[in-house]
Protein backbone atom coordinates (compact mmCIF):
# COMPACT_ATOMS: atom_id res chain seq x y z
CA UNK A 1 0.00 0.00 0.00
CA UNK A 2 2.74 1.79 0.93
CA UNK A 3 4.81 1.27 -1.95
CA UNK A 4 2.14 1.99 -4.70
CA UNK A 5 1.02 5.79 -2.81
CA UNK A 6 4.73 6.48 -3.42
CA UNK A 7 4.66 4.99 -6.83
CA UNK A 8 1.55 7.04 -7.17
CA UNK A 9 3.19 10.55 -6.34
CA UNK A 10 6.52 9.82 -7.94
CA UNK A 11 4.37 9.35 -11.17
CA UNK A 12 2.43 12.63 -10.23
CA UNK A 13 5.89 14.92 -9.93
CA UNK A 14 6.90 13.36 -13.15
CA UNK A 15 3.30 14.75 -14.70
CA UNK A 16 3.94 17.82 -13.12
CA UNK A 17 7.61 18.01 -14.68
CA UNK A 18 6.79 17.51 -17.94
CA UNK A 19 3.75 19.79 -18.24
CA UNK A 20 5.82 22.95 -16.34
CA UNK A 21 8.79 21.93 -19.22
CA UNK A 22 5.86 21.95 -21.79
CA UNK A 23 4.37 25.38 -20.75
CA UNK A 24 7.39 27.70 -19.61
CA UNK A 25 9.52 26.63 -22.38
CA UNK A 26 8.48 28.98 -25.26
CA UNK A 27 8.86 31.79 -22.87
CA UNK A 28 12.28 30.53 -22.26
CA UNK A 29 12.90 30.94 -25.72
CA UNK A 30 11.85 33.88 -25.84
CA UNK A 31 13.71 35.17 -23.10
CA UNK A 32 16.92 33.44 -23.89
CA UNK A 33 16.89 34.62 -27.46
CA UNK A 34 17.06 38.24 -26.43
CA UNK A 35 20.41 37.51 -24.36
CA UNK A 36 22.31 35.75 -27.59
CA UNK A 37 24.30 37.75 -30.19
CA UNK A 38 23.10 38.01 -33.57
CA UNK A 39 25.40 34.67 -34.43
CA UNK A 40 23.69 32.83 -31.85
CA UNK A 41 20.08 33.45 -33.17
CA UNK A 42 20.79 32.39 -36.47
CA UNK A 43 22.79 29.40 -35.73
CA UNK A 44 22.17 26.06 -37.16
CA UNK A 45 21.47 24.17 -35.26
CA UNK A 46 19.59 26.49 -32.72
CA UNK A 47 21.74 27.17 -29.52
CA UNK A 48 19.29 26.35 -26.47
CA UNK A 49 21.90 28.32 -24.10
CA UNK A 50 23.85 31.75 -25.13
CA UNK A 51 27.81 31.63 -24.57
CA UNK A 52 27.47 34.91 -23.01
CA UNK A 53 24.66 37.19 -20.96
CA UNK A 54 24.99 40.26 -22.92
CA UNK A 55 22.26 42.95 -22.70
CA UNK A 56 22.89 44.86 -26.33
CA UNK A 57 19.79 43.79 -28.07
CA UNK A 58 18.09 45.87 -25.10
CA UNK A 59 20.70 48.81 -25.12
CA UNK A 60 19.72 48.98 -29.03
CA UNK A 61 15.92 49.04 -28.09
CA UNK A 62 16.78 51.88 -24.75
CA UNK A 63 18.86 53.86 -27.42
CA UNK A 64 16.85 53.82 -30.38
CA UNK A 65 13.78 55.26 -28.60
CA UNK A 66 11.78 52.04 -29.09
CA UNK A 67 11.66 51.24 -25.20
CA UNK A 68 9.48 54.19 -24.84
CA UNK A 69 6.54 51.92 -25.93
CA UNK A 70 6.46 50.49 -22.60
CA UNK A 71 6.00 53.86 -21.04
CA UNK A 72 2.99 55.02 -23.39
CA UNK A 73 1.78 51.12 -22.70
CA UNK A 74 2.28 52.12 -19.12
CA UNK A 75 0.75 55.50 -19.10
CA UNK A 76 -2.30 54.19 -21.07
CA UNK A 77 -3.14 51.16 -19.22
CA UNK A 78 -2.13 53.28 -15.42
CA UNK A 79 -4.68 56.26 -16.06
CA UNK A 80 -7.69 53.54 -17.86
CA UNK A 81 -7.32 51.43 -14.56
CA UNK A 82 -7.52 54.40 -12.52
CA UNK A 83 -10.51 55.88 -14.17
CA UNK A 84 -12.68 52.44 -15.03
CA UNK A 85 -11.93 51.42 -11.08
CA UNK A 86 -13.39 54.99 -10.17
CA UNK A 87 -16.60 55.05 -12.31
CA UNK A 88 -16.92 51.55 -11.72
CA UNK A 89 -17.37 50.62 -8.34
CA UNK A 90 -19.01 53.81 -7.76
CA UNK A 91 -21.25 52.72 -10.32
CA UNK A 92 -21.52 48.91 -9.30
CA UNK A 93 -22.38 50.32 -5.45
CA UNK A 94 -25.01 52.33 -7.04
CA UNK A 95 -26.42 48.99 -8.78
CA UNK A 96 -25.42 46.74 -5.86
CA UNK A 97 -27.33 48.61 -3.38
CA UNK A 98 -29.98 50.81 -4.58
CA UNK A 99 -30.92 48.06 -7.44
CA UNK A 100 -30.62 50.93 -10.08
CA UNK A 101 -31.75 49.67 -13.03
CA UNK A 102 -32.37 46.64 -11.79
CA UNK A 103 -31.34 43.45 -13.20
CA UNK A 104 -31.59 44.79 -17.03
CA UNK A 105 -29.30 47.86 -16.29
CA UNK A 106 -26.46 45.09 -15.15
CA UNK A 107 -26.97 42.37 -17.36
CA UNK A 108 -27.05 45.10 -20.81
CA UNK A 109 -23.43 46.43 -18.69
CA UNK A 110 -21.98 42.64 -18.65
CA UNK A 111 -23.33 42.14 -22.56
CA UNK A 112 -20.85 44.98 -23.18
CA UNK A 113 -18.16 43.32 -22.58
CA UNK A 114 -18.96 40.41 -25.23
CA UNK A 115 -19.17 42.94 -28.02
CA UNK A 116 -15.99 42.04 -30.27
CA UNK A 117 -13.53 44.74 -30.54
CA UNK A 118 -12.92 43.90 -34.17
CA UNK A 119 -16.81 44.85 -34.88
CA UNK A 120 -16.56 48.25 -33.51
CA UNK A 121 -13.10 49.49 -33.73
CA UNK A 122 -14.09 50.41 -37.47
CA UNK A 123 -16.48 53.06 -36.51
CA UNK A 124 -14.58 53.94 -32.65
CA UNK A 125 -11.98 54.94 -35.31
CA UNK A 126 -13.90 56.94 -37.19
CA UNK A 127 -15.38 58.34 -34.42
CA UNK A 128 -11.61 59.10 -33.06
CA UNK A 129 -10.85 60.76 -36.54
CA UNK A 130 -13.84 62.96 -36.63
CA UNK A 131 -13.00 64.05 -32.32
CA UNK A 132 -8.82 64.08 -33.73
CA UNK A 133 -8.09 62.01 -30.87
CA UNK A 134 -6.59 59.08 -32.99
CA UNK A 135 -2.88 58.30 -31.87
CA UNK A 136 -3.27 60.64 -28.74
CA UNK A 137 -3.27 59.11 -24.67
CA UNK A 138 -6.61 60.24 -24.03
CA UNK A 139 -8.10 58.49 -27.10
CA UNK A 140 -6.59 55.15 -25.82
CA UNK A 141 -7.36 56.00 -22.20
CA UNK A 142 -11.06 56.65 -22.84
CA UNK A 143 -11.22 53.57 -25.10
CA UNK A 144 -9.67 50.94 -22.36
CA UNK A 145 -11.93 53.00 -19.44
CA UNK A 146 -15.11 51.84 -21.65
CA UNK A 147 -13.80 48.43 -22.41
CA UNK A 148 -12.59 47.62 -19.06
CA UNK A 149 -15.73 49.62 -16.88
CA UNK A 150 -18.50 46.88 -17.86
CA UNK A 151 -15.21 43.92 -16.23
CA UNK A 152 -14.81 46.20 -12.96
CA UNK A 153 -18.61 47.19 -12.56
CA UNK A 154 -19.21 43.41 -12.20
CA UNK A 155 -16.81 42.60 -10.22
CA UNK A 156 -16.85 45.38 -7.77
CA UNK A 157 -20.90 44.49 -7.36
CA UNK A 158 -19.84 41.15 -6.15
CA UNK A 159 -17.19 42.25 -4.08
CA UNK A 160 -19.93 45.45 -2.42
CA UNK A 161 -22.51 42.87 -2.28
CA UNK A 162 -20.15 41.09 0.54
CA UNK A 163 -19.78 44.63 2.64
CA UNK A 164 -22.16 44.08 5.73
CA UNK A 165 -25.16 46.54 5.66
CA UNK A 166 -24.35 47.94 8.94
CA UNK A 167 -21.35 49.27 9.03
CA UNK A 168 -22.55 51.78 6.02
CA UNK A 169 -25.43 52.42 8.07
CA UNK A 170 -24.37 53.44 11.45
CA UNK A 171 -21.51 55.50 9.07
CA UNK A 172 -24.74 57.09 7.61
CA UNK A 173 -26.27 57.75 11.59
CA UNK A 174 -22.77 58.89 11.99
CA UNK A 175 -23.43 61.58 10.25
CA UNK A 176 -21.38 61.01 7.12
CA UNK A 177 -22.56 62.27 3.59
CA UNK A 178 -23.57 59.43 1.44
CA UNK A 179 -20.37 60.14 -0.90
CA UNK A 180 -18.26 59.79 1.92
CA UNK A 181 -19.86 56.53 2.97
CA UNK A 182 -18.46 55.40 -0.19
CA UNK A 183 -14.75 56.62 0.42
CA UNK A 184 -14.25 56.05 4.20
CA UNK A 185 -16.78 52.20 4.09
CA UNK A 186 -16.95 50.91 0.94
CA UNK A 187 -13.62 51.75 -0.75
CA UNK A 188 -11.58 50.45 2.73
CA UNK A 189 -13.90 47.33 3.11
CA UNK A 190 -13.28 45.87 -0.95
CA UNK A 191 -9.70 46.84 -0.85
CA UNK A 192 -9.13 43.48 -1.82
CA UNK A 193 -11.30 42.92 -4.65
CA UNK A 194 -10.12 46.71 -6.20
CA UNK A 195 -6.93 45.56 -5.99
CA UNK A 196 -7.46 42.25 -7.52
CA UNK A 197 -9.86 43.73 -10.11
CA UNK A 198 -7.24 46.66 -10.73
CA UNK A 199 -4.62 44.49 -11.58
CA UNK A 200 -6.80 42.35 -14.48
CA UNK A 201 -7.70 45.80 -15.85
CA UNK A 202 -4.47 46.92 -16.17
CA UNK A 203 -3.32 43.26 -17.64
CA UNK A 204 -6.05 43.65 -20.20
CA UNK A 205 -5.36 47.17 -21.28
CA UNK A 206 -1.30 46.49 -21.21
CA UNK A 207 -1.87 43.18 -23.18
CA UNK A 208 -4.46 44.88 -26.21
CA UNK A 209 -3.05 44.71 -29.40
CA UNK A 210 -6.22 45.30 -31.76
CA UNK A 211 -7.65 48.87 -30.68
CA UNK A 212 -3.82 49.65 -30.20
CA UNK A 213 -3.05 48.96 -33.72
CA UNK A 214 -6.14 50.44 -34.92
CA UNK A 215 -5.87 53.73 -32.77
CA UNK A 216 -2.11 54.75 -32.60
CA UNK A 217 -0.15 55.52 -35.34
CA UNK A 218 3.56 56.82 -34.07
CA UNK A 219 3.06 58.85 -31.31
CA UNK A 220 1.91 56.73 -28.79
CA UNK A 221 2.66 53.17 -29.90
CA UNK A 222 2.25 50.76 -27.46
CA UNK A 223 4.28 47.71 -27.01
CA UNK A 224 2.31 45.09 -28.33
CA UNK A 225 2.14 47.15 -31.57
CA UNK A 226 5.92 47.64 -31.50
CA UNK A 227 6.31 43.93 -31.47
CA UNK A 228 4.68 43.23 -34.56
CA UNK A 229 6.89 46.69 -36.45
CA UNK A 230 9.61 43.75 -35.93
CA UNK A 231 7.81 41.12 -38.16
CA UNK A 232 8.44 41.28 -41.98
CA UNK A 233 10.53 40.10 -44.87
CA UNK A 234 13.69 38.78 -43.52
CA UNK A 235 13.68 38.02 -40.16
CA UNK A 236 17.22 40.29 -39.21
CA UNK A 237 14.81 41.66 -36.18
CA UNK A 238 14.24 38.35 -34.12
CA UNK A 239 16.37 40.09 -31.46
CA UNK A 240 14.10 43.10 -30.96
CA UNK A 241 11.19 40.93 -30.90
CA UNK A 242 12.47 38.88 -27.86
CA UNK A 243 13.87 41.65 -26.07
CA UNK A 244 11.19 44.09 -26.53
CA UNK A 245 8.69 41.18 -25.76
CA UNK A 246 10.53 40.69 -22.74
CA UNK A 247 10.26 44.37 -21.86
CA UNK A 248 6.64 44.01 -22.07
CA UNK A 249 5.77 40.54 -20.15
CA UNK A 250 8.30 41.33 -17.37
CA UNK A 251 6.11 43.56 -15.35
CA UNK A 252 2.79 41.75 -15.71
CA UNK A 253 4.67 38.39 -14.10
CA UNK A 254 5.64 40.54 -11.76
CA UNK A 255 2.49 41.69 -10.70
CA UNK A 256 0.70 38.52 -11.42
CA UNK A 257 3.57 37.05 -8.75
CA UNK A 258 2.34 39.31 -6.08
CA UNK A 259 -1.80 38.57 -7.08
CA UNK A 260 -1.83 34.71 -7.16
CA UNK A 261 -4.57 34.53 -4.34
CA UNK A 262 -6.66 36.49 -7.12
CA UNK A 263 -6.11 35.03 -9.74
CA UNK A 264 -9.33 32.75 -9.95
CA UNK A 265 -11.99 34.92 -9.48
CA UNK A 266 -10.26 37.81 -11.02
CA UNK A 267 -10.25 35.27 -14.65
CA UNK A 268 -13.27 33.34 -14.16
CA UNK A 269 -15.05 37.09 -13.96
CA UNK A 270 -16.04 36.01 -10.26
CA UNK A 271 -18.00 32.56 -10.89
CA UNK A 272 -15.11 31.30 -8.40
CA UNK A 273 -15.06 33.02 -5.16
CA UNK A 274 -11.35 32.48 -4.81
CA UNK B 1 -37.21 52.30 11.89
CA UNK B 2 -35.84 55.76 11.96
CA UNK B 3 -32.99 57.98 10.83
CA UNK B 4 -31.11 57.61 7.13
CA UNK B 5 -30.75 53.66 5.73
CA UNK B 6 -28.62 52.78 3.03
CA UNK B 7 -31.29 51.36 0.74
CA UNK B 8 -33.19 54.86 0.71
CA UNK B 9 -31.03 56.39 -1.17
CA UNK B 10 -32.10 59.46 -3.08
CA UNK B 11 -32.82 59.10 -6.68
CA UNK B 12 -30.14 62.12 -7.28
CA UNK B 13 -27.34 60.48 -5.62
CA UNK B 14 -27.99 56.47 -7.21
CA UNK B 15 -28.26 57.96 -10.39
CA UNK B 16 -25.18 60.46 -10.42
CA UNK B 17 -23.46 57.29 -9.29
CA UNK B 18 -24.11 55.22 -12.84
CA UNK B 19 -24.03 58.67 -15.04
CA UNK B 20 -20.21 58.67 -15.94
CA UNK B 21 -19.85 54.98 -16.83
CA UNK B 22 -23.22 54.89 -18.38
CA UNK B 23 -21.75 57.92 -20.15
CA UNK B 24 -18.91 56.16 -21.52
CA UNK B 25 -20.76 53.36 -22.58
CA UNK B 26 -22.98 55.01 -24.66
CA UNK B 27 -20.03 56.63 -26.43
CA UNK B 28 -17.92 53.51 -27.13
CA UNK B 29 -20.38 51.04 -26.76
CA UNK B 30 -23.58 51.61 -28.49
CA UNK B 31 -22.90 54.72 -30.68
CA UNK B 32 -20.25 52.22 -32.95
CA UNK B 33 -23.52 49.97 -33.24
CA UNK B 34 -25.21 52.79 -34.38
CA UNK B 35 -22.92 53.97 -36.83
CA UNK B 36 -22.54 50.75 -38.10
CA UNK B 37 -26.05 50.31 -38.74
CA UNK B 38 -26.60 54.07 -40.52
CA UNK B 39 -23.41 53.11 -42.81
CA UNK B 40 -24.30 49.65 -43.95
CA UNK B 41 -26.88 50.96 -45.51
CA UNK B 42 -24.75 53.38 -47.51
CA UNK B 43 -22.22 52.91 -50.42
CA UNK B 44 -19.28 54.30 -49.01
CA UNK B 45 -15.95 52.49 -50.46
CA UNK B 46 -12.08 53.85 -50.54
CA UNK B 47 -12.97 56.01 -53.42
CA UNK B 48 -16.64 56.34 -53.66
CA UNK B 49 -18.01 58.55 -50.93
CA UNK B 50 -21.51 57.40 -51.74
CA UNK B 51 -23.75 57.93 -48.99
CA UNK B 52 -26.78 57.61 -50.71
CA UNK B 53 -29.61 55.01 -49.07
CA UNK B 54 -28.27 51.61 -50.46
CA UNK B 55 -30.64 49.53 -49.22
CA UNK B 56 -29.61 45.87 -48.17
CA UNK B 57 -27.13 45.81 -51.06
CA UNK B 58 -24.31 45.10 -49.15
CA UNK B 59 -25.91 42.75 -46.96
CA UNK B 60 -26.84 40.86 -49.94
CA UNK B 61 -23.17 40.95 -51.06
CA UNK B 62 -22.46 39.33 -47.38
CA UNK B 63 -24.23 35.76 -48.83
CA UNK B 64 -21.90 35.88 -52.00
CA UNK B 65 -18.81 36.62 -50.29
CA UNK B 66 -16.92 33.07 -50.05
CA UNK B 67 -13.97 34.74 -48.41
CA UNK B 68 -16.21 35.70 -45.50
CA UNK B 69 -18.03 32.70 -45.27
CA UNK B 70 -14.93 30.96 -45.29
CA UNK B 71 -13.04 33.24 -42.38
CA UNK B 72 -16.18 32.56 -40.47
CA UNK B 73 -16.04 28.50 -40.80
CA UNK B 74 -11.88 29.09 -39.58
CA UNK B 75 -12.80 30.89 -37.01
CA UNK B 76 -15.82 28.12 -35.98
CA UNK B 77 -13.10 24.97 -36.85
CA UNK B 78 -9.90 26.54 -34.79
CA UNK B 79 -12.45 26.91 -32.01
CA UNK B 80 -14.22 23.62 -32.19
CA UNK B 81 -10.74 22.23 -31.54
CA UNK B 82 -9.12 24.37 -29.69
CA UNK B 83 -11.88 24.68 -26.96
CA UNK B 84 -12.33 20.85 -26.36
CA UNK B 85 -8.58 20.45 -26.01
CA UNK B 86 -7.80 23.46 -23.77
CA UNK B 87 -11.28 22.30 -21.61
CA UNK B 88 -9.87 18.62 -21.29
CA UNK B 89 -6.15 19.10 -20.99
CA UNK B 90 -6.82 21.69 -18.35
CA UNK B 91 -9.59 19.14 -16.77
CA UNK B 92 -6.40 16.07 -16.83
CA UNK B 93 -4.38 18.80 -15.27
CA UNK B 94 -6.54 19.88 -12.26
CA UNK B 95 -6.92 16.25 -11.47
CA UNK B 96 -3.10 15.64 -11.37
CA UNK B 97 -2.78 19.05 -9.16
CA UNK B 98 -5.91 18.50 -6.94
CA UNK B 99 -4.21 16.74 -3.94
CA UNK B 100 -1.98 17.54 -1.62
CA UNK B 101 1.65 17.24 -2.86
CA UNK B 102 4.94 19.23 -1.68
CA UNK B 103 5.62 21.98 -4.28
CA UNK B 104 2.54 22.39 -5.85
CA UNK B 105 1.80 25.90 -5.34
CA UNK B 106 4.71 26.70 -7.34
CA UNK B 107 3.75 24.33 -9.90
CA UNK B 108 0.51 26.16 -10.42
CA UNK B 109 2.39 29.70 -9.94
CA UNK B 110 4.31 28.40 -13.14
CA UNK B 111 2.00 26.95 -14.99
CA UNK B 112 -0.47 30.04 -15.03
CA UNK B 113 2.62 32.04 -16.60
CA UNK B 114 1.31 31.77 -20.17
CA UNK B 115 -2.50 33.33 -19.59
CA UNK B 116 -0.87 36.63 -18.94
CA UNK B 117 1.54 36.37 -21.75
CA UNK B 118 -0.04 39.59 -24.62
CA UNK B 119 -1.21 36.94 -26.72
CA UNK B 120 0.34 39.15 -29.62
CA UNK B 121 3.86 38.23 -27.87
CA UNK B 122 2.97 34.55 -27.25
CA UNK B 123 2.16 34.51 -31.13
CA UNK B 124 5.20 35.95 -31.75
CA UNK B 125 7.02 33.53 -29.68
CA UNK B 126 5.82 30.63 -31.36
CA UNK B 127 6.98 31.79 -34.54
CA UNK B 128 10.14 32.02 -33.24
CA UNK B 129 9.56 28.44 -31.96
CA UNK B 130 8.32 27.19 -35.45
CA UNK B 131 10.60 29.00 -37.19
CA UNK B 132 12.32 25.87 -39.96
CA UNK B 133 15.80 27.00 -39.47
CA UNK B 134 16.40 28.49 -36.11
CA UNK B 135 13.48 27.54 -34.18
CA UNK B 136 13.89 24.38 -31.85
CA UNK B 137 10.71 22.50 -32.68
CA UNK B 138 12.01 20.72 -35.78
CA UNK B 139 15.18 20.50 -34.22
CA UNK B 140 13.57 18.87 -31.41
CA UNK B 141 11.62 16.35 -33.91
CA UNK B 142 14.85 16.07 -35.75
CA UNK B 143 16.14 14.17 -32.95
CA UNK B 144 12.98 12.78 -32.39
CA UNK B 145 12.98 11.11 -36.36
CA UNK B 146 16.77 10.84 -36.39
CA UNK B 147 17.02 12.98 -39.64
CA UNK B 148 17.33 16.92 -39.90
CA UNK B 149 13.73 18.15 -40.26
CA UNK B 150 13.10 21.79 -42.23
CA UNK B 151 9.59 21.39 -41.88
CA UNK B 152 7.55 24.83 -42.83
CA UNK B 153 5.36 25.78 -40.21
CA UNK B 154 3.96 28.89 -40.78
CA UNK B 155 3.82 28.63 -44.43
CA UNK B 156 2.63 25.17 -45.84
CA UNK B 157 -1.09 25.02 -46.33
CA UNK B 158 -2.05 22.36 -43.50
CA UNK B 159 0.79 22.91 -41.06
CA UNK B 160 -0.46 26.39 -40.21
CA UNK B 161 -3.41 24.72 -38.53
CA UNK B 162 -1.28 22.97 -35.85
CA UNK B 163 1.18 26.16 -35.85
CA UNK B 164 -1.75 28.53 -34.83
CA UNK B 165 -3.41 25.45 -32.73
CA UNK B 166 -0.54 24.40 -30.71
CA UNK B 167 -0.23 28.90 -29.92
CA UNK B 168 -3.68 29.13 -28.72
CA UNK B 169 -4.04 26.04 -26.92
CA UNK B 170 -0.77 26.27 -24.65
CA UNK B 171 -1.48 29.70 -23.96
CA UNK B 172 -5.53 28.91 -22.71
CA UNK B 173 -4.71 25.45 -21.45
CA UNK B 174 -3.69 26.52 -18.06
CA UNK B 175 -6.91 29.03 -17.69
CA UNK B 176 -9.44 26.51 -17.88
CA UNK B 177 -6.81 24.58 -15.42
CA UNK B 178 -6.95 27.00 -12.91
CA UNK B 179 -10.46 27.81 -12.98
CA UNK B 180 -11.26 23.92 -12.84
CA UNK B 181 -8.46 23.45 -10.02
CA UNK B 182 -10.79 25.54 -8.20
CA UNK B 183 -13.75 24.15 -9.17
CA UNK B 184 -12.84 20.72 -8.19
CA UNK B 185 -11.73 21.61 -4.84
CA UNK B 186 -15.19 22.55 -4.25
CA UNK B 187 -16.60 19.03 -4.61
CA UNK B 188 -17.74 17.79 -1.52
CA UNK B 189 -15.44 15.57 -0.07
CA UNK B 190 -18.16 13.25 2.01
CA UNK B 191 -19.73 12.37 -1.43
CA UNK B 192 -16.68 11.44 -2.87
CA UNK B 193 -16.16 8.64 -0.13
CA UNK B 194 -19.74 7.67 0.10
CA UNK B 195 -19.52 7.36 -3.40
CA UNK B 196 -16.34 4.68 -3.26
CA UNK B 197 -17.46 2.96 -0.71
CA UNK B 198 -20.35 2.20 -2.45
CA UNK B 199 -17.97 0.98 -4.73
CA UNK B 200 -18.73 3.21 -7.32
CA UNK B 201 -16.20 3.06 -10.48
CA UNK B 202 -14.24 6.35 -11.43
CA UNK B 203 -15.77 7.23 -14.66
CA UNK B 204 -19.12 7.21 -12.91
CA UNK B 205 -17.80 8.82 -10.00
CA UNK B 206 -16.74 11.31 -12.33
CA UNK B 207 -20.02 11.81 -14.15
CA UNK B 208 -22.56 11.51 -11.18
CA UNK B 209 -20.90 13.65 -8.79
CA UNK B 210 -17.89 15.42 -9.83
CA UNK B 211 -19.36 16.68 -13.10
CA UNK B 212 -22.42 18.33 -11.86
CA UNK B 213 -20.57 19.86 -9.32
CA UNK B 214 -18.10 21.94 -11.04
CA UNK B 215 -20.54 22.28 -13.85
CA UNK B 216 -20.97 26.33 -13.08
CA UNK B 217 -17.62 26.81 -13.61
CA UNK B 218 -17.35 25.17 -16.14
CA UNK B 219 -19.96 26.72 -18.28
CA UNK B 220 -18.22 30.10 -17.23
CA UNK B 221 -14.95 29.22 -18.47
CA UNK B 222 -15.85 27.44 -21.35
CA UNK B 223 -18.07 30.96 -22.15
CA UNK B 224 -15.71 33.43 -21.51
CA UNK B 225 -13.04 30.91 -23.76
CA UNK B 226 -15.66 30.95 -26.66
CA UNK B 227 -15.90 34.44 -26.68
CA UNK B 228 -12.15 35.07 -26.72
CA UNK B 229 -12.12 32.36 -29.71
CA UNK B 230 -14.88 33.85 -31.57
CA UNK B 231 -12.50 37.18 -31.88
CA UNK B 232 -9.34 35.05 -32.45
CA UNK B 233 -6.85 37.50 -33.76
CA UNK B 234 -3.54 38.17 -32.24
CA UNK B 235 -2.00 35.31 -32.37
CA UNK B 236 -3.39 34.30 -35.94
CA UNK B 237 -1.71 37.97 -36.38
CA UNK B 238 1.38 37.39 -35.33
CA UNK B 239 2.14 33.48 -36.80
CA UNK B 240 0.07 33.92 -40.21
CA UNK B 241 -1.38 37.33 -40.79
CA UNK B 242 -4.24 35.31 -42.01
CA UNK B 243 -2.13 33.78 -44.80
CA UNK B 244 -1.07 31.43 -46.39
CA UNK B 245 -3.48 32.87 -49.21
CA UNK B 246 -6.37 33.67 -46.49
CA UNK B 247 -6.28 29.95 -45.25
CA UNK B 248 -6.20 30.87 -41.60
CA UNK B 249 -8.43 33.88 -42.05
CA UNK B 250 -10.57 34.32 -39.08
CA UNK B 251 -13.92 36.61 -39.11
CA UNK B 252 -11.60 39.01 -37.08
CA UNK B 253 -8.79 39.59 -39.68
CA UNK B 254 -11.24 38.94 -42.58
CA UNK B 255 -13.35 42.10 -40.72
CA UNK B 256 -10.15 44.18 -39.81
CA UNK B 257 -8.22 43.77 -43.78
CA UNK B 258 -11.46 44.66 -45.24
CA UNK B 259 -12.21 47.71 -43.06
CA UNK B 260 -8.61 49.15 -42.50
CA UNK B 261 -6.56 47.58 -45.68
CA UNK B 262 -9.53 47.51 -48.35
CA UNK B 263 -11.48 50.76 -46.53
CA UNK B 264 -14.74 49.16 -47.91
CA UNK B 265 -16.13 51.01 -45.55
CA UNK B 266 -19.99 50.21 -45.97
CA UNK B 267 -19.37 46.88 -46.56
CA UNK B 268 -16.93 46.13 -43.28
CA UNK B 269 -19.56 47.70 -41.42
CA UNK B 270 -22.22 45.11 -42.73
CA UNK B 271 -19.94 42.64 -42.16
CA UNK B 272 -19.31 43.75 -38.17
CA UNK B 273 -23.26 43.87 -37.99
CA UNK B 274 -23.42 40.70 -38.98
CA UNK B 275 -20.61 39.23 -36.37
CA UNK B 276 -22.74 41.25 -33.52
CA UNK B 277 -26.24 39.30 -34.79
CA UNK B 278 -24.61 35.74 -34.89
CA UNK B 279 -22.77 36.38 -31.27
CA UNK B 280 -26.08 37.70 -29.79
CA UNK B 281 -28.24 35.24 -31.04
CA UNK B 282 -25.25 32.67 -29.96
CA UNK B 283 -25.27 33.90 -26.49
CA UNK B 284 -29.04 33.59 -26.48
CA UNK B 285 -29.44 30.29 -26.84
CA UNK B 286 -26.13 29.34 -24.84
CA UNK B 287 -27.77 31.86 -21.68
CA UNK B 288 -30.77 30.04 -22.12
CA UNK B 289 -29.27 26.40 -21.28
CA UNK B 290 -26.43 28.05 -18.79
CA UNK B 291 -27.22 30.49 -15.92
CA UNK B 292 -24.18 32.49 -15.38
CA UNK B 293 -23.43 31.67 -11.28
CA UNK B 294 -24.04 35.03 -9.89
Not at chain 2, 108 to 117: E, G, N, T
Amino acid sequence: MKRSANLRLALRYLGALVLTVFFLFPIYWLFMISFKTADEIYAFPPVWWPETMQWDNYIVLFRDGDATTVLNSFIVAGASTVLAMFLGTICAYSIARFRTGGDNLANWILSQRMVPPVAVVFPIFLLYVWFGIVDTYLGLILLYTAFNLPYVIWMMRGYILDIPLALEESALVDGCSRWQVIWKVVFPMCRAGLFATAIFTFVFAWNDFIFALVLTRTEITTYTVQVTHYFGGQSNFWSKISAMSVLGTVPVFIVVGFMQRYLVRGISLGAVKG
Amino acid sequence: MSGPTVRSGDRGFRYTLVAPSIFVLLLIGVFPIVYLLMVSFQGLTMTDNDTSFQGLLNFRALLDDTRLWQSLMHTVFFTAIALPAELLLGLAMAQLFIDRMPGRQVFIALLVLPVVVAPIVSGATWSLMFDNRFGPINQILGWITGEEMAVLWTVKPHLVYPAILMAEIWQWTPFMFLLLLAALSGVDKSQLEAASIDGAGWWSTFFRIVLPAIWPVMAVAILIRGLDLFRLFDVVWALTKGGPGTMTETISIFTYVKGFQQFETSYTGAVALLIIVLLTVLLTVLLKRVSIAR
